[in-house]
């Protein structure tokens, strides 16, 4: 099968590749960009040899056509118009987060512009979510922090055991935040510092999370989400806290998880007393969750460390393909990080 | 003045030394030390080339002995006996645990062993506690984690603007965990990687923070603490939230911060929409605070970023040093970090 | 294919694991230890989920016996010992030092005890070693050093474009030092910082240079070879230079290296005017060269970057053994670095 | 007195403003920018709380007249032409490299456009060069990497024990390269990575550096220079060998550095067997050098740390400043670094 990849010289685009490089049932169709249209794939990823001397196309309808997969990983907005060109004989993902969603009119606060309409969501390990992505022929990648978020909670939330006051604090490596030239980007500004952003309720992600959850839950949950940035390249650290269910215990949360979690193939509820790092998941389509109850205060305890890029971007994309494709859900994704 | 350091080689220690070489008031005395004792300082503070010849003393009663001011930077259970030895005309300032906790049962809990009783809590910036710091004789250097919540929060609870549930996640750098040759603090294992521990209640510092904002609060506060390491040597950057009280707005919280800090020297309000890094802080005696209403989750966030080694022991230490000696509170003490 | 790791909760160890797990002819057999027998692998090496749950045997002839391959990843010193138990049947790799050097007085000198003789040396890109390692038995594993050095200089020396005054400064992550618990290696000290060590010809890889390069030259070869540590985890950066032969041109001089490399499926050569960083080869066995002549001083400069433990260590290894088993040599080796 | 900065708003900037924050003899007068123009001094260093509300102006005679001392920290090619506008009672101190090469040929060369003379060259630790500032109303900051260099090498260069053929590979934090937003400066980038630049003489610190040691040597020095980039934000580790001058031996050699140093106040000799390390200098205005003799290979190895903007850039300006006003010259510099 042949994968277009729109935006192939952003990080997003570049992981994308690094993984259909080594899924067995793709190979690398156009690659486009915008303002580095006309370059060389090189001198943008240049981790990425094999492809050093692939000439980057403008992103037209005319170089996305004829593909079996296109993915989006464009700027907000752009999605849907590019996608109105490609027929249903064509899979198209998009990693942005216009079909992320079904509110207008949380679109309209947290994005503004036209609402775009859903497509199915690309997060497998939600409940009922596997049937959904099988056989789409579009699908919306989650939010990195999203991502992370959902899978920390819904096994609580699904087994009934927390309540609707989330709070998640997360600290996300700096490539979530692309390839901008920021001042606050520079290296120079992040290494050695951690900081904040978006805080109070104004990260985009926060209405993707709360419209997760509460499809979980059945039931409204708002969440008080803080972003931070740490000083790495890659990796998101979330904390996420909701308030314990009456009657739960250490091991009956435990045990949920368990259950919720034993057939998953890239969520690793860790040994107890083991919590998680990012480190364990660097470059892998993997999560690494543990949680517990905090007596003490009343509240579950949920930490999942994901690799933004791969879990959080471009390994649950290509997850979300393969389970549309009707191929293993697994193939071509890396369960091993990179490490130390 | 002269001062003596109990535990000179570590990293609370290396702290100590430059601040007071750079303190107009203080002669630095009797450096002592346990395993490294014997040794040259600039084998272990290579940062400070004006001590590099010094030798490493014993801990012992006799190489403290007639110092106006003796720091103990020593792990937590050894404060109170060398602290015995030292009469009421030397100012003595613990900057371990041992004379923290005014429950013995809470010191039972998360330490274990004898409850040393408590000092006076060096931590000026809370209400009246200047007061009971000018001729205190003997300091309780607050830990880390709870000056940088105590100073986020103290101004919501002192205005009745938060209540009980207070949810913090913190992200420090490897520093405060000491020089301990443990394999999660090697550099290969932290950089490029942020990861959780102790979660669930289980940090020796949730009962302080629970102590400090009670108080504060006038009636019990709980906390949720979850602390995080990022890939830095240096800095906290506490995210710390509880909910909001009925009627607050976002001008009420930021005027009741503004009116709290005002006058406090190091404690900076940032401006509205600049939100905390901990390279804001870096070496100095700082905090960075910014503070919001979420009005979708209904919950205060304050952030607040300081420098674990300088405000969060050692700056604050000699902070209430100055306040004890009846010196100006900011002699001696950076205001300005090291940035970038 | 069955394959025994002995050293499997080190660095290197982890690292041949995580491409054995990717690779399609091994299965994983044993996995030893010293200190860390009976533990689980995952305790050590949480980024390989699917291994987590093995126990680690003491490393003894028995549990190395009936494999194909057993990879020593062992202190230097105890591989003879251990090979001593395994036939020719067994194809032992040693991921450490005791079989590089052939000159019984250079170990004598820089690693003391007594010299273990040598084995086929790994480094198929020297010229005609592809011919020696094919049906070897026995593979010594170059250093990571040395790797990066042989690779970056050979081309120069073998079309007699430099002369044997070379000088290396190298930069290397901190992976290099192993896991060892030593204060130099904490996180805290590392991070934000870069320092030398082993100068003046001190660092035991200097004389596998020498030989190395003396080979490919014909002619004696001196190195002044220093060392540094970067704050990374992985990557090393080796600028290396020796004076230009009489009459080069940079045109000469690159086409000397196009054609010694064109070939060649791992090193690659930039495009003109691209230098090498660390992030091009992370995680990826790929070597990432440019070269260029200062005419102002006279040297032929030679750039590289490589990952320590893929190339230079694991990578390297499993490339060598693909020759040894007549495999195709780029078989189960990454392409792809992970970036950013 | 009244010290201006133009370019208050970048990383020399700012750190010149932070050690005139702490310098006795110092008021801040007016701080310019260009594009920044207007804007708060805490938008761009909010590590300086002191001058958060400060409002840049613009770069012009007239904000800057009226000063003691004036502080270009400008690009390339506009500090002439602003210091024309100052008479001789105004202290100018270029940061930049517009007055610090004699050789109009070389000046052309690596910048281009016109030749602007030489002003005072402010690295005092040259032979006789505290003469030359005293009472100098001009000076010369000299360049990041020629400081560590000329500082490394001088010693050996002046007491005849190293020939001419020198070779230096540096590694430098992000700051070198200001605060400019370029994709190869971004954290996600840098974080985790070495990467060389400016290979094979090209960088325009290499004819200052020969013009310092040919001057020192007495005779034409010839320079191979290869900068790179550490995951650093601050620091210069510079490794700088020569060939050893026949008869030099380990002591022969320490002596010499020992005696050359014996008097400077920031420069400091490390003992024997200990290596530099940037974090030892850290904020702070010292080097931390070593030299040894690498017998196997014939050469001089020096390896010297500086903080690229304290020593390297900021601090060397105030120290030279301060013996231009007849000041002490170690006033308000620091010695003690930041660490770890």
Request: proline letters at 7%; hydrophobic letters at 45%; a negative charge.
């Amino acid at each position: 099968m042949r994968a277009a990849i729109a935006g192939a010289s952003g990080y997003a685009g570049g992981e994308l590749l690094r993984l259909l490089l080594g899924h067995p049932e793709f190979e690398i169709g156009a690659l486009t960009a915008a303002s580095s249209a006309g370059s060389r794939l090189g001198a943008h990823q240049p981790h990425l040899p094999q492809l050093a001397d692939r000439v980057l196309d403008d992103t037209t309808s005319a170089t996305l056509a004829g593909h079996d997969v296109v993915f989006l990983a464009l700027p907000h907005g752009h999605s849907a118009a590019v996608a109105a060109s490609l027929g249903e004989e064509t899979l198209v993902v998009d990693c942005g987060a216009d079909h992320r969603l079904a509110d207008p009119a949380a679109w309209q606060e947290f994005y503004g512009g036209e609402h775009a309409g859903t497509w199915p969501y690309g997060l497998p390990e939600l409940p009922g979510q596997r049937e959904v992505l099988r056989r789409a022929t579009r699908i919306a990648v989650p939010g990195c922090y999203p991502t992370s978020v959902l899978l920390a909670l819904s096994p609580a939330f699904a087994a009934g055991l927390a309540g609707h006051d989330v709070v998640v604090v997360a600290a996300s490596g700096t490539s979530g935040a692309g390839r901008s030239l920021k001042p606050h980007l520079l290296g120079s500004e992040v290494m050695g510092s951690a900081g904040a952003y978006a805080v109070g309720g104004a990260h985009r992600h926060t209405p993707e999370m709360e419209q997760g959850l509460s499809a979980v839950a059945g039931a409204p949950v708002r969440v008080s989400f803080t972003p931070t940035l740490a000083p790495m390249s890659r990796g998101i650290l979330a904390t996420c806290s909701a308030p314990a269910a009456p009657g739960v215990t250490k091991e009956s949360l435990r045990t949920a998880y368990e259950v919720a979690l034993k057939s998953e193939p890239f969520v690793k509820l860790l040994p107890e007393g083991v919590w998680p790092a990012t480190a364990m998941t660097y470059g892998a389509n993997t999560a690494a969750l543990q949680v517990t109850l905090d007596e003490r205060a009343g509240r579950v305890v949920a930490v999942i460390a994901i690799d933004n890029l791969t879990k959080g971007t471009a390994g649950g994309a290509v997850q979300s393909v393969n389970i549309a494709l009707g191929l293993p859900e697994e193939l071509g994704l890396p369960l091993t990080g990179v490490a130390p």
